[in-house]
Each structure stands twice: as C-alpha cells, then as structure tokens.
C-alpha cells in the first residue's frame, strides 16, 4: 500500500544537497521511501495524508540504550541529586534484580521500552546486554534483545561482578560468554574506565569479539580523562560513546577517524558530571550522534527529543547539527545507510511532529510534539 504524506511545511533529510524542503510531498511505497519532492508534483497514492503544515523528520536513530534489566533505581537518583556522587558501581543493583528476574519479566520490559521510544518518534533502537554478568544470564539479554530491537550489543564488559578477579572474568567475557552470545549480536562493547576494565583489558576483550565476527563499540572517557577514545579510534569502532573528559588528541582522533563520538546528555542531566563539549568536537570536524543511553541508573530517559533540547542548550549545538546528530549522526554510529533520512530508497522510517519546523525540538522542550510516527512503513 502506498501513502502520500502532502502540504508538508517542512520536510528534513530528505535531500542531499538540503537540510530541509518547505512545502513538500513524501510517498511511502510498502516499507520505502519512493518519492519526495514538491507538494505540487506529488504523485497519487492509495492513502494520503494531509500533513496540514506541519514538519516530516527521519525516525530518531538511538544508537546507545540499555534495555534488558529488572527493577529501577530511583532512590539512588534521589541520593545523587542530594549531593552523592555518581559510580559505576550502581550498576551491580540492577545486575541482582536481572538475574532474579524470568525471561518473560525481562521480555515485557523491553517491549514496554521499546513502545515507549516508538510515541516518542525513535524507530531505531540499539540495545546493550550487561546487567547479567554470567554466561546464562548475559546469552538471554543477548537473545531477549534480538527479539525486539534493529541492533544489539554484547556488553559481558560491563563492570566486573563482586567477588570475582578480574582477570578471571575477563578470561570468561572473551571465551565461554563471548561463544554464548555472538549468534545473537553484532557488536560488541567494553565499559573502558576507572572501576570497570583498565585498556589492556579493554584491548584484550575487543580483539577477541572482533575475531568473532562481532565490530567494535565503546564506553569511553565518561568519567574522567583515560584511554577510551584512543582505543575506539585504533580498533577502528563504530562509536565512542559519552566523550565527556577529552584531551585534544582525543578530539584530533575522532576528527581524524571514522568513529563517531555518540555523546549522551541524558547523562550528565541525570548525574549532574559535565556535558560533553558538542561545539569542539563538531568544529574540529569529527562525527557526532545523540542518544538516551536509557538504562534505569544513569540515565532513565527514552527521550530523544530531550536529549536534541539538552544538546542545544547544554552543548552548544544548533537545533539542526542536534536533530541530525540524532538520526543520520545514530544511523551513522550503527553504520547504517537505510536509515536516519528520508531520501528514495530508505526505510519508512517517519516522523510527523505537530509543529511546524524541527526547531521546535529544542524550542519547546518537554512538551509531546509527536503527531504520529510510521516504522517501516507502518503507522505505530
């Protein structure tokens, strides 16, 4: 079945030469996009839509999330927003609850998340295991994962569990867990920073995914300045995600590269660190994406919108560089081509917002701007 969206105010990356095309006409044939251009030339369809005006986006790309987990961890969000400091070992919470939990329990979860993200306009979703930490419970993240998001990660790296060595789990995150779950991910992740895995660690556990078959991503430079960025450029990864503490070798790496610094504002909202320096990094010529990293400790958003609105008044980017940063940047971070625009021959991946221009992200943050949202094709 095919669809014209028409009489739209504003339609954003649906050309290459243009950000955006004012009163313009896009046709969905099955899960495609056929056609954009002028409202005038627009061809017939089975069903039209009258987009009375308002602005067509590209599906928001969240390329960084962590969905599969049991329980939240509210009080510890109230205890940091009291004045307690932010560490990684919050995350050994949720792993207790995610063990405890049935697959079922965890299945729901995510389908819940998922529908969330999905009114709020994002259509592509990137999903990380970690809050499992054995190889049973690590292969059902893995495997829940891949039921119900487009890309998934395994992030057996996530923090070392209690009361085990470190070099023993390492051993076990790249042998008995890494033959577990590769079937089921294409990525893989590694939490490379103080009170998780030192570089050597880092280096020694993406190597071993990468002659898995599995393509490199990383947790760098969240925390304070390290080795994260420099590993994720050498190992020629996807993303380097949080990006927060960089020296200007890690900036001239980035530019230099084809990883994208994927940068997480949600983040620094949530656990009240520094934002990312978006204007630096930009200026210097390296790659950005937005994402949430919704996971229920340091970041508990599904957002997109808000993280465009905090990037635009936290890390000094444009409206424009922040919704671009948060569909073809995120399309570019999962090293997709089909989707993050809306240009002939992409996904139906495409957002209605009851507002006339993308500005309106950023310029009326907080407030339900999505109109309606169709997913390869469908309307969700």
């Keep these: 079945m095919s669809i014209l969206i028409t009489n739209i105010g504003e339609l954003v990356g ?3 030469e243009r950000w955006t095309i004012e009163d313009a006409a896009l046709v969905i044939d099955g899960d495609r996009v056929a056609w954009v251009g002028a409202a005038a030339d627009a061809p017939d369809a089975d069903e039209v839509v009258d987009a009375g005006g308002r602005a067509v986006l590209p599906g928001f790309v969240d390329s960084h999330a962590h969905l599969v987990f049991a329980g939240e961890r509210a009080e510890e969000f109230a205890a940091r927003m009291s004045g307690r400091p932010y560490a990684a070992g919050g995350i050994r919470t949720t792993v207790a609850k995610t063990r405890a939990a049935s697959d079922d329990e965890l299945r729901a979860n995510v389908r819940r998340l998922v529908a969330e993200m999905a009114r709020q306009g994002t ?72 009170g998780a895995f030192d570089a050597d660690q880092t280096e020694e556990i993406l190597a071993a995914g990468r002659a898995a078959g599995l ?24 993303s380097a995600d949080h990006c927060t503490f960089l020296s200007d070798d890690d900036v001239a790496a980035l530019a230099d590269s084809e990883t994208v610094a994927t940068l997480l504002p949600g983040v620094e909202f949530s656990t009240r660190q520094p934002y990312p320096d978006a204007r630096r990094l930009i200026d210097a010529g390296a790659r950005v994406a937005l994402a949430t990293d919704c996971n ?35 399309a570019r971070a999962l090293r997709r081509t089909d989707v993050g625009h809306l240009r002939p021959g992409a996904r139906a991946d495409v957002l209605l917002l009851d507002a006339p221009s993308h500005i309106h992200l950023a310029y009326r943050p907080g407030v339900p701007q999505v109109a309606r949202v169709w997913r390869a094709g469908l309307s969700v």
């Design 14 to 16: 649906a050309d290459s």
């Design 123 to 194: 259509t592509t979703i990137e999903c990380k295991s970690g809050y499992g930490l054995t190889v049973a419970d690590e292969e059902r993240a893995v495997r829940i994962a891949a039921e119900l998001v487009d890309e998934v990660t395994y992030l057996g790296a996530h923090v070392v569990p209690a009361g085990t060595e470190a070099g023993d789990y390492v051993r076990l995150v790249t042998g008995e867990m890494l033959k577990a779950c590769a079937p089921h991910a294409r990525w893989i992740d590694v939490f490379c920073e103080r």
């Design 215 to 238: 393509v490199p991503r990383l947790h760098a430079n969240q925390l304070g300045h390290g080795p994260g960025v420099r590993i994720a450029v050498e190992y020629d990864a996807a």
């Design 296 to 330: 229920p400790g340091s970041c508990y958003t599904s957002s997109m919108a808000f993280c465009v609105a905090l990037a635009v008044r936290e890390m000094r980017m444009s409206p424009e560089e922040a919704v671009r940063a948060a569909t073809e940047g995120g």
